[in-house]
């Protein structure tokens, strides 16, 4: 057993890729050059449906901010609000039949 050689396998694969010839060097570069694409591919894929993600949950809350934009506002213009203000804080009142005053247009 002790009197074995003891072989590089490393050195022993890049002579044999250089010995027998061009061909499987190239299929060899080819084949890394494939596996990279694939891991590249996948990394950015990856990043695409992260950013989608990313752009439903923004969206997702824009449409509940605009929701409850839309609540504030039909709540704020009631006509009973927009008249209980105008008594209040701009002491206005009701014109009297006989004042009010009709403009048409023609």
Do not use: C, Y
Request: glycine fraction near 2%; avoid cysteine; proline fraction near 3%.
């Amino acid at each position: 057993m002790s009197n074995e050689p003891k072989h590089n396998l490393a050195k022993l694969i890049g002579i044999d890729i250089i010995t027998v010839g061009r061909v499987p060097l190239m299929v060899l570069l080819l084949i890394f050059a494939s596996a990279m694409g694939v891991v590249f591919a996948t990394h950015h894929t990856r990043q695409a449906i992260n950013q989608k993600d990313v752009a439903l949950q923004e969206r997702e809350r824009l449409d509940n901010e605009w929701r409850n934009l839309l609540l504030e506002e039909n709540a704020l213009s009631e006509h009973s609000r927009v008249q209980a203000m105008a008594k209040q804080e701009l002491d206005m009142k009701r014109p009297d039949a006989d004042k009010e005053v009709v403009v048409s247009l023609k």
